[in-house]
């Protein structure tokens, strides 16, 4: 019998690699667990009192929704809690029985919860030490108030305010796609006796806690330098006590009026605590220096202030190692005066910036960051007046950045480059810039550039070097002006042509209900297509990965019968398809509902 070579020989029943290592029954099942879906899971419990025990825990592992008040249910709460890490709860509920009975959570939900007050959040930061992730909503300016209870959660990485939450009623829930569904049930509207909403905050909590409820909704910006100081700073006490664990904070909506973020500390340039360092109680004095806070994502959206220095600049001050800022939809006067070169000062490693609805960009800032952070590579500024400069800025970044890396591997290329640009109604972007983008920068993964006012459809023309397009917009765009046949001939079928080189594309919106006389021309172009050898040639999809399809065009040119054939043959992964309105009769719609059940169709109501 022939020997093994020693260099395949088999390892050593003493190795103590972990590589090595043969998992117990228990411990296999557990990791199988992981990737079953619901229905396998149910099956699976069924087995026999080992699979039983291991996969019943992962169905209780996660609860979207809390049960209608049942005592079938609750008993299995109580034995069955401490298998949940992750629980949504939607309505009101009985909240001391789902924090006592789930000690192990490290995931709460609380955006669509009703009866919620600072007592409640006491007694959460009391029974749910492991805490990780915390979302809630807020109303009538009780917010910030809440924070107080929270700096005890010492676990805390990602928290969340919501403002302005969607209501939902039992028999019109959120829906969960297969992969996310766990152990269904309904709200505890049965146990709404059980809280009392109508108590003052004030006195369920002793005096000594020192968390008061002050009323800040009805209080209007005045037009006075100095701001008031109305409250305390509840917002600044939480991100001191959790600087150390706080990766993710949105306070997305908020009003953050009547105080000032860290008043009783001093902020120095020159020394920074380490997150690290044990910090000071909330009394701290005005000699207490700001630790660094650990934020790598800031969602600061819809943000209400009297003025970007009271709250906004000093809390960007202490974020060195802020990735993700997503100041969107701050379009009120205080914004006017915000101190953009905060930006490429202190956050130098930003990688995505998110700057729509703003028209005060400081665009010469804007440039300077993406000089000053290497690893920027997300710009989404739609509806903005993000200037040409910032774009011809990413394309000399990214050529400098080909010289240093000389004769690189591709991987290394990919991993530095610049992904995703969204300059959807932005009127001050040339053409030209975009044309000079385009056609250096190849890892540019994602791009919309809809409705915007100096781009046309000659676009589609030129070179492009991003092939790896996965997401693609460009709706609205007037047909090109100049009387170069190359360039006013058929410029949607040179469009077509153009994205039938994207194989990767999963997102596509074209298009326009102004311009383009008939979105039809070329559109056989990108279904399917010829490939092989001479004599063995087999047709197969150029965008096999779409998923999502959006198409507006002139109501007079619908789309035909071959234009329907190609989506239903062309696009086997495709799951929506959203056109304009008149643009698919109810005939087509109706046929192409026979050909492919799986696609869901969206008229669009809304023209802009």
């Known amino acids: 019998m022939a020997s093994i070579p020693a260099s395949e020989s088999l390892p050593s029943s003493s190795s103590n690699s972990p590589s090595n290592e043969v998992l117990q029954l228990p411990e296999l099942l557990e990791k199988i667990a992981t990737y079953v879906s619901h229905t396998d899971t149910l099956h699976s419990a069924l087995v026999c009192k080992t699979w039983g025990s291991v996969f019943t825990a992962n169905l209780w592992r996660k609860l979207n929704m809390p049960p209608i008040h049942k005592s079938s249910f609750i008993n299995g709460l109580l034995h069955r809690g401490h298998h949940v890490r992750s629980l949504t709860l939607v309505g009101q509920f009985d909240h001391m029985l789902f924090y006592k009975s789930c000690p192990q959570l490290t995931l709460l939900d609380l955006t669509l919860a009703q009866s919620l007050n600072v007592f409640g959040l006491h007694n959460m930061a009391r029974c749910l030490p492991n805490l990780k992730i915390l979302r809630l909503n807020c109303c009538y300016g009780q917010s910030l108030s809440w924070l107080g209870p929270l700096t005890q959660l010492e676990c805390l990485e990602e928290f969340a305010m919501i403002n302005d939450m969607p209501e939902y009623s039992q028999s019109d829930v959120p829906s969960i796609s297969e992969h996310e569904q766990s152990l269904y049930v309904q709200s505890l509207d049965e146990a709404s006796n059980s809280v009392n909403t109508d108590v003052d905050p004030d006195e369920m909590l002793e005096a000594d806690q020192g968390f008061s409820y002050v009323a800040i909704e009805e209080v209007e910006p005045t037009d006075t330098t100095e701001e008031l100081d109305l409250q305390p700073d509840y917002l600044g006490e939480f991100l001191i006590a959790r600087a150390a664990t706080l990766t993710n904070l949105s306070l997305e909506g908020l009003d953050l009026l009547g105080f000032k973020l860290f008043k009783t500390y001093s902020q120095t340039n020159s020394v920074v605590k380490d997150a690290t360092t044990p910090t000071s109680s909330p009394c ?34 202490q974020c060195h190692g802020l990735e993700t800022l997503d100041i969107s939809g701050n379009f009120e006067k205080p914004w006017d005066m915000f101190q953009w070169s905060l930006l490429p000062r202190y956050c130098l490693k930003l990688t995505s910036l998110n700057l729509g609805q703003l028209s005060s960009i400081d665009n010469d800032q804007l440039v300077q960051v993406v000089r000053c952070c290497p690893g920027f590579r997300s710009l989404l500024a739609p509806q903005s007046n993000l200037h040409s400069k910032v774009l011809d800025a990413i394309v000399d970044r990214w050529l400098e950045t080909l010289h240093d890396l000389g004769g690189a591997r591709e991987f290394t290329v990919q991993k530095t480059g610049f992904l995703e640009l969204d300059i959807s109604w932005c009127s001050e972007i040339k053409q030209e810039s975009v044309q000079r983008l385009l056609k250096h920068v190849s890892t540019l993964k994602s791009f919309r550039c809809s409705w915007c006012q100096q781009i046309d459809l000659s676009l589609f023309q030129l070179e492009w070097s991003c092939l790896g397009l996965i997401e693609l917009e460009a709706q609205g765009l007037d047909k090109p002006t100049t009387t170069d046949d190359e360039f006013s001939c058929s410029p949607e079928v040179h469009m077509f042509k153009r994205i039938s080189q994207f194989s990767f594309l999963r997102h596509l919106a074209i298009g326009s209900d102004e311009v383009m006389a008939s979105i039809t021309n070329g559109f056989e172009l990108l279904g399917l297509r010829k490939a092989g050898n001479n004599d063995e040639q087999t047709a197969k999809p150029c965008l096999n990965q ?38 698919v009769s109810p005939e087509m719609q109706t046929w192409l509902a026979g050909q492919r059940p799986d696609v869901h169709q969206e008229e669009q109501r809304i023209y802009y």
């Open 284 to 317: 701290a004095t005005e000699s207490s220096i700001i630790p660094t806070i650990s934020i790598k994502r800031l969602n600061l959206s819809k943000i209400g202030v009297y003025h970007t220095s009271s709250v906004i600049e000093p809390l960007l001050m």
């Open 546 to 583: 779409l998923q999502y399809l959006s198409i507006i065009g002139h109501e007079e040119s619908p789309l035909g019968i071959s234009e329907m054939s190609v989506v239903a043959s062309s696009f086997p992964q495709l799951r929506h398809f959203h056109f304009g309105l008149g643009l």
